[in-house]
């Protein structure tokens, strides 16, 4: 297990140049095997979750050579095979797979998925989707078991939670089928990137208002298409937060509409933030505190959360924090409580009174982005972290990214 120390608490300054996003390559990778062609994707993050989806790929007898952050994926020799498979049973975004392998093969037998504890983590929503499109599943030790009952022409369906995944898993199945209708989905920017890319393979999808119209004939689709994904706008906050915390950064490539929410908040809390033509100028500031209530998009996203709380524990006043999307998502706080901050958790709501004295601790990384927050605290008041592999699933070279801006530390 890898674990990084700070040597010296340096001012960091330049500019970082923030790369594509985990959560809109892992469906758009999943789902170029739709093609059974060539189809090259550009700006894709060098990050364990989307190699681990590369190495499944490869296992179903696809070619997935990678040329920095491009990557080409020939899946014209595909072949059916279980994926009872532990690279399945890592991470959560392998069940993108299971409406693609519903697709070209009428069935699949996949390892349940995995992903950050930051709660139950449960698949029913998934389920009503698959049984909604005529199939039937089965779950035993832990393995997912589908097959095609009566595949349906034609489906309406309205998803019974706001769930992320469930809803990308949705708009997939529907490729599968005639004509479906879908409502009460969760579309953030990770999914537009998908459905963009869906059109441009060749299929008929319109949405608006959470709702999904999908018209898909297969003679349609495209065999050699290239394709670029959106930044990643959770690299692109954590680096945002590094700069109000401690330094002047340029954060280059974002995208500041897929973060408008989250950076009104900051503004308007007066801290030293400027959105330009260059990129987003993030600059050391204290600002005042203001309360976060975390939701489905265009709101507070979730994942911002544990980032945020760093800069929250530092700020002008009180506050509360109330993560209502994950049953487990407050480590951050308890990680901060040891540092010496002024926090009081009360099941998922954390409140806040700013202090501007931390002390540099060592902590332990336990889920992706409460490991990128913990970097953005030893990067602000010293200290160390243990198992930061972790952040390795979902930040692309990070710590050459930090070397750049100056950051002093060792990893051993
Ligand atoms: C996606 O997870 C992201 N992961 C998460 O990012 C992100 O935090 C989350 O969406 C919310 O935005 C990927 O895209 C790979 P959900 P997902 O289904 O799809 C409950 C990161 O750090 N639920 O929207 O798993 C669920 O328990 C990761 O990059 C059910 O009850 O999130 C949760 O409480 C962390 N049944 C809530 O819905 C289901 O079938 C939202 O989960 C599905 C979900």
């Known amino acids: 297990m890898q674990s990084i120390s700070v040597n010296r608490v340096n001012y960091l300054k330049g500019s970082v140049h923030i790369s594509g996003s985990k959560n809109a390559c892992l469906p ?25 989806i590369c190495d499944i790929l490869r296992y179903l007898n696809c070619k997935v050579k990678r040329r920095g952050n491009r ?42 998925p995995g992903g950050c504890k930051i709660g139950q983590r449960p698949i029913d929503c998934h389920l009503e989707c698959f049984q909604a499109f005529g199939f039937s599943t089965i779950i035993e030790n832990n393995v997912l078991y589908i097959k095609s009952n009566q595949r349906k022409k034609e489906v309406l369906l309205s998803l019974s939670k706001k769930s992320v995944g469930a809803s990308i898993n949705a708009i997939l199945c529907g490729l599968g089928c005639e004509h479906s209708i879908i409502e009460n989905l969760v579309i953030e920017p990770e999914g537009l990137d998908l459905i963009s890319f ?57 995208n500041p509409s897929h973060m408008k929410y ?38 507070f996203p979730t994942d911002m959360q544990p980032l945020f709380a760093i800069l929250l524990a ?20 308890y990680d901060l409580l040891e540092g010496g901050g002024q926090i009081n958790v009360i099941e998922n709501k954390a409140y806040i009174t700013g202090v501007t004295e931390f002390s540099p601790k060592h902590f332990k990384c336990k889920d992706l982005r409460q ?23 979902g930040y692309d070279g990070i710590f050459y990214k930090l070397k750049l801006l100056g950051a002093n530390f060792s990893l051993k």
């Open 314 to 333: 530092a700020s002008r006043g009180m506050c509360v924090v109330d993560e209502t999307i994950f049953e487990n998502r407050m480590q951050i706080y």
């Open 198 to 254: 869906l059109k441009k393979i060749g299929f008929n999808i319109s949405f608006l208002n959470n709702k999904c119209i999908i018209k898909s004939h297969k003679q349609d689709i495209k065999n050699r298409i290239t394709y670029k994904i959106i930044p990643d706008r959770m690299e692109a906050m954590t680096f945002v937060i590094l700069g109000l915390l401690n330094g002047r950064i340029l954060i280059k490539g974002a």
């Open 28 to 52: 758009i990778l999943c789902s170029s095997i739709i093609t059974r062609g060539i189809v090259v994707l550009k700006n894709v993050a060098n990050i364990t979750d989307i190699n681990d």
């Open 371 to 393: 490991g990128a927050a913990l970097l953005l605290y030893i990067f602000t008041y010293g200290g160390s972290i243990d198992n930061i592999d972790i952040i390795k699933r």
């Open 71 to 112: 990557l080409k994926v020939d899946s014209t020799k595909i072949q059916y095979k279980s994926l009872n498979i532990n690279k399945c049973s890592k991470i959560r975004g392998s069940y993108y797979l299971i409406p693609v392998m519903l697709y070209l093969f009428n069935k699949c037998e996949i390892a349940l």
């Open 262 to 299: 989250p950076l009104d908040l900051l503004i308007n809390a007066k801290y030293n933030l400027k959105i330009t033509k260059k990129g987003i100028l993030a600059c050391k500031s204290r600002g005042n505190a203001f309360n976060i209530k975390t939701d489905i998009y265009p709101l």
